[in-house]
């Protein structure tokens, strides 16, 4: 599977959006671009997926570049709880299933 | 309803000691997974289980043993508990392996070997 780069940390404003950034230039034909998000203390959660085309639910939207080396994930109207390590992962080239994490970025929502 | 439980949730027990930690999702996937996250943060997958067939073993020690008894189960039973053991485990499941089937996890059960 591809490896991925994001920033360490990010700081936003509640009430404003969030983009958070991710590199995955390596990223080949058939994998998916996942994100999920932990928050302190629990489980990864799932945020959103695509392959080519923007993605949109209730979380949050997702931006895949045309060549597809690069994507972003935006939460629309941040809030405190939105707080949390945001992970982008491409995933699907090994058939597998498995998911590998990297270090993720850490968004600070504030006041 | 929860769709992946882990129990127990947090588990304090001395070295040497065999424990277990239970998995159940109810969300009819074929596939299920251990994940580890230590004092580092970093998750990493340790097993993973397609029709309760082991498809994914990490090189992780012997100790650690996963039991699949059926499809929505997997259980991960760890023999003589060493210090390093000490970590988050994670259980996920997802409808299976295929590129674009999304894993969903369990809330985490907190480990840790005095």
């Known amino acids: 599977d591809a490896k991925t780069t994001q920033p360490t940390s990010m700081d936003c404003a509640e009430g404003r959006a969030a983009n958070l950034p991710c590199n995955h230039s390596?990223?080949?034909?058939?994998?998916?671009v996942y994100w999920y998000r932990q928050i302190h203390s629990q489980g990864p959660q799932y945020i959103i997926h695509?392959?080519?085309n923007n993605e949109t639910n209730e979380m949050a939207s997702l931006i895949i570049t045309e060549d597809r080396k690069s994507s972003t994930l935006i939460l629309p109207h941040a809030t405190l709880r939105d707080t949390a390590v945001y992970y982008c992962?491409?995933?699907?080239?090994?058939?597998?299933?498995?998911?590998?994490f990297g270090q993720g970025t850490t968004l600070q929502v504030k006041p | 309803d929860t769709a992946v439980s882990q129990t127990p949730k947090y588990l304090v027990t001395q070295m040497g000691n065999d424990k277990s930690i239970k998995c159940e999702q109810n969300?009819?996937?074929?596939?299920m997974y251990w994940y580890k996250q230590d004092s580092k943060k970093f998750l990493k997958i340790m097993f993973s289980?397609?029709?309760?067939?082991?498809?994914i073993n990490e090189t992780v020690p012997n100790r650690f043993s996963p039991k699949s008894p059926d499809k929505a189960h997997l259980n991960l039973h760890i023999n003589s508990l060493e210090l390093g053991d000490s970590a988050v485990y994670f259980c996920?499941?997802?409808?299976?392996?295929?590129?674009?089937?999304?894993?969903?996890f369990g809330e985490g059960s907190w480990l840790t070997v005095v």
């Open positions: 390596t990223i080949s034909g058939n994998e998916y």
């Open positions: 992962i491409v995933h699907g080239s090994s058939n597998t299933g498995k998911l590998i």
């Open positions: 695509g392959l080519k």
């Open positions: 969300l009819g996937h074929d596939t």
């Open positions: 289980y397609n029709n309760k067939e082991l498809i």
């Open positions: 996920a499941s997802s409808l299976g392996t295929v590129s674009g089937n999304t894993i969903y």
